[in-house]
């Protein structure tokens, strides 16, 4: 089965930090590109940051020298290191892999910033 498992959401100050991890099973995690994304309350979903199979990332401008993506292919795992988080950052963070024409999603995980 197919399946990404999103940890790590929760309430945090602004300022603060908070790690997002997704566990991804049923997919072959090394040649798949990772990503996350997020969605605020009434907007579109938008991409925060991606790493190729081959280790390349990238990140939306709001979010460059704040957080940094990596993964861990033995542990089939993609990490969202979030670093001086504002309260704009609040939205559910969705984690994505995506090979070709072919992608999932995971469930989401809820992260609040407060002011």
Same mark, same amino acid.
């Given at each position: 089965?197919?399946? /990404? #498992?999103?940890?790590?959401?929760? /309430?945090?100050?602004?300022?603060?930090?908070? +790690? /997002?991890?997704?566990?991804?099973? @049923? !997919?072959?995690?090394? !040649? $798949?590109?990772?990503?996350?994304?997020?969605?605020?309350?009434? =907007?579109?979903?938008?991409? #925060?940051?991606? !790493?190729?199979?081959?280790? +390349?990332? $990238?990140?939306?401008?709001?979010? =460059? @020298? +704040?957080?940094? !993506?990596?993964?861990?292919?033995? =542990?089939?795992?993609?990490?969202?290191?979030?670093?001086?988080? =504002?309260?704009?950052?609040?939205? *559910?963070?969705?984690?994505?892999?995506?090979?070709?024409?072919?992608? #999932?999603?995971?469930?989401?995980? /809820? *992260?609040?910033?407060?002011?």
């Amino acid at each position: 089965q197919v399946q /990404l #498992v999103e940890f790590g959401g929760g /309430l945090v100050q602004a300022g603060g930090s908070l +790690r /997002l991890s997704c566990a991804a099973s @049923g !997919i072959i995690f090394s !040649i $798949n590109d990772m990503g996350w994304y997020r969605q605020a309350p009434g =907007k579109q979903r938008e991409l #925060v940051a991606v !790493i190729t199979s081959g280790g +390349r990332t $990238n990140y939306a401008d709001s979010v =460059k @020298g +704040r957080f940094t !993506i990596s993964r861990d292919n033995a =542990k089939k795992t993609v990490y969202l290191q979030m670093n001086s988080l =504002k309260p704009e950052d609040t939205a *559910v963070y969705y984690c994505n892999a995506a090979y070709r024409s072919y992608e #999932v999603w995971g469930q989401g995980t /809820l *992260v609040t910033v407060s002011s």
